[in-house]
């Protein structure tokens, strides 16, 4: 996540002389350069998700992390697979976070799986059993629970602590060989069953579980534990800085007594706090029960902080990585708000999405005096902000729609929109003048204008420039323009924490029920041949994204990405939020 273009600066032994601009882990990176354990390595870090679901924002702010601390100190960054649990893990996660990680922007320097070092971890229980530093344990969950002690009394040793090294060696080779049941017994370390830290309280190494696994299929019918396993990876992998989240800053004694007892290469292990966003869960349990529930359309819906899901969403990667690099790394737990979020993409769709005209809620004007069957081409901005991406043209013509809240019937005094009598200037086009209103006779719901143009206000002409109204609104032809599905996303809870439920209720009870509305829009004729996930912005309605899953050739589907402004800060302020 650090900008590429940091020096490191010289290291000193005092955090006091280090720079200011360097967050607390490269101030400790900066500090190790000088230790001789670094001696002839550079900075490696890794990247260790399990494939057990699809990566979201909060794992965006640790790839960016620590692919970002390889590149500032021209060191390495591994991609590793924890595939550890294979009931949990398919092949179709693995193949989704290679591609999220590949999308923002990075390439790892070797990719691993933890189950590369199945043999080497197994070699290493044996070496802890030999030195009487683990034992096999007959205690089935609950119990060892019960054996474990609580947080302020120490817990109990086990009966089956004290069994020879041959008896455990025996069986764990048993274990092993499949001679028994899931749960029927664990491979434990020796540790201290009084420890403070309940993580030290002889640990369990290895348990029995008969499941296929997407790479070594049914080799095996013992897993290594996550923490017998993370450790020992880094060290194999030489990885200098293990970058973890603070829930692990408890396991960091059990991460250093095992290579501490192993005698094997000691990486680093720094915690930092992990992502909270407002209006937003994080949990992957929660996010596969929206799946599996059903409250969402996948992993990849675009309301979901999926990586896939903002992708989708139509979230670019800088926008992405802008917003790692904007919240920083801290030491604590903090809440960041997702406005933060939002207005990163704004910030980059701002400066590079071509601006284009689309009526989300159609209202008819007929041009009553411009000529029927006559089409002009108006010369369009495709972004005032980047002067390179020219001009386009946009068909004029008799027929037209605008946004029917661009009219009011009976509008209050600083209403400079369309009113009856009132005049607006269309963007890039004329002045209009509304003469009459048109409604249905049955619902009294107004369904057409009738207008006339002024030909000498024209946009772009001298005389056109001259003619000032206070109004300008968009529109598209209707003979000309075409509909197109639009989707208009919004945050999936009402509530900024989506956890804080009333007793008796979930965080299901907090979903926003009007997250998603269904639109058919009018939008500019060259929008035909947009490509999927091309992003645009709908001049006064927002940025919008080419639906990658649903669009085909000549039919594409809209995603709002964002409004142009965060509207929730003032319905909040209104209390209109929930």
């Not at 092949?91 to 070797?110: K, N, T």
């Not at 299901?508 to 269904?518: A, E, I, V």
Request: aromatic share 10%.
């Amino acid at each position: 996540m650090s900008s590429t273009d940091k020096t490191p600066s010289t290291p000193s032994s005092s955090s006091e002389s280090l720079p200011e601009r360097l967050n607390f882990i490269e101030q400790e990176i900066e500090k190790d350069l000088a230790l001789p354990r670094m001696s002839g390595r550079v900075v490696t870090t890794r990247f260790p998700p399990e494939p057990n679901g699809y990566l979201h924002i909060g794992h965006a702010k640790s790839i960016c992390l620590n692919f970002g601390l390889a590149q500032s100190y021209s060191g390495r960054c591994n991609l590793r697979f924890d595939d550890t649990n294979p009931s949990k893990e398919e092949q179709e996660y693995v193949d989704s976070i290679q591609e999220d990680v590949r999308w923002l922007g990075f390439e790892w320097d070797e990719l691993h799986y933890a189950s590369d070092y199945f043999d080497q971890l197994f070699d290493w229980a044996v070496q802890l059993i030999e030195a009487g530093k683990a034992f096999v344990c007959d205690l089935n969950a609950e119990q060892m629970r019960e054996y474990r002690g609580t947080l302020t009394a120490p817990g109990k040793e086990s009966p089956y602590r004290k069994r020879s090294v041959e008896e455990n060696l025996k069986l764990f080779q048993a274990m092993r060989a499949g001679e028994f049941e899931n749960g029927a017994c664990t491979l434990r370390a020796k540790i201290d069953m009084a420890a403070p830290n309940v993580n030290l309280r002889d640990p369990v190494l290895y348990r029995v579980l008969r499941a296929h696994h997407h790479r070594t299929g049914d080799k095996w019918c013992i897993y290594p534990m996550y923490d017998w396993a993370h450790g020992q990876s880094d060290s194999i992998e030489g990885i200098t800085h293990s970058i973890c989240t603070l829930e692990f800053e408890d396991h960091r004694p059990l991460y250093d007594w095992f290579c501490e007892n192993l005698k094997i290469y000691h990486p680093r292990q720094i915690e930092f706090a992990r992502l909270n966003l407002s209006y937003t869960v994080m949990s992957k349990r929660k996010l596969l029960q929206l799946v599996q529930d059903k409250h969402v359309s996948g992993w990849d819906d675009p309301r979901m902080p999926t990586i896939s899901g903002l992708r989708r969403r139509g979230y670019t990667p800088e926008s992405l990585r802008g917003f790692c690099e904007r919240i920083g790394v801290a030491k604590f737990y903090s809440t960041i708000d997702v406005t933060v979020l939002e207005n990163s993409v704004r910030e980059h769709l701002n400066a590079i999405a071509p601006r284009v005209m689309a009526v989300l809620h159609p209202l008819k004007v007929v041009l009553t005096n411009f000529p029927e069957g006559q089409v002009e081409m108006m010369d369009a901005v495709n972004n005032p902000e980047d002067p390179a991406a020219g001009m386009r043209q946009v068909p004029f013509t008799r027929e037209l729609v605008i946004e029917r809240d661009d009219f009011m019937e009976d509008a209050p005094k600083k209403f400079f929109r369309l009113k009856p009598g009132g005049e607006v200037r269309l963007r890039y086009g004329y002045v209009i003048k509304c003469e009459q209103v048109i409604k249905d006779p049955a619902t009294g719901e107004v369904t057409e204008l009738h207008c006339s143009y002024d030909p000498a206000t024209r946009s772009g002409s001298e005389e056109g420039e001259q003619r000032k109204v206070k109004g300008v609104i968009h529109w598209v032809s209707a003979t000309h323009g075409i509909e197109v599905p639009v989707r208009l996303y919004d945050r999936l809870f009402l509530n900024e924490n989506p956890e804080d439920a009333p007793a008796g209720k979930t965080f299901l009870d907090n979903m926003n029920p009007d997250s998603l509305h269904l639109l058919t829009a009018k939008v500019e004729p060259s929008l035909e041949t947009a490509a999927a996930g091309e992003r645009v912005q709908f001049e006064r309605n927002g940025y919008f994204c080419v639906d990658t899953v649903d669009s085909q050739p000549g039919k594409p589907v809209f995603n709002r990405i964002v409004p142009l402004r965060d509207s929730w800060s003032k319905m909040q302020s209104q209390g209109k939020t929930n």
